[in-house]
């Protein structure tokens, strides 16, 4: 199982990031993902998920209506599209299998949003 997270980078506030995570090993399609995010300093936390069924979403709370995820099973990819960016999304970004697992962490994927 292998999970490699891609498209971070260096913003404006009110600008707008896709992030990607490829993967491989499984079939994406019996999974749910999620997106998580860990400030310096801070615990990491749940940012959205999608399910692997009906593709049911969760966003946390500070990131809804900014933030979309989707997903492509066939091209075994799930999407995290970040719009109107604020200082405070400044993390790494992460994704992982649900029920997520210390195994299945990448290196992540640079966040930085500036005012």
């Known amino acids: 199982v292998r999970l490699v997270e891609s498209g971070g980078g260096s913003v404006q506030a009110g600008e707008s990031l896709r992030l990607t995570c490829a993967t491989s090993?499984?079939?994406?399609?019996?999974?749910?993902i999620g997106w998580f995010r860990q400030a310096p300093g801070k615990a990491r936390e749940a940012v959205s998920c999608?399910?692997?069924?009906?593709?049911?979403?969760y966003y946390l709370e500070a990131v809804k209506g900014r933030f979309t995820i989707s997903r492509d099973n066939a091209e075994n990819t799930v999407y995290l599209q970040m719009n109107n960016l604020k200082p405070e999304d400044t993390a790494v970004y992460y994704c992982?299998?649900?029920?997520?697992?210390?195994?299945?962490w990448g290196q992540g994927t640079q966040v930085t949003v500036s005012s």
């Open positions: 999608i399910s692997a069924v009906e593709n049911f979403t």
């Open positions: 992982n299998r649900l029920p997520r697992r210390a195994d299945y």
């Open positions: 090993g499984f079939s994406l399609d019996e999974y749910s």
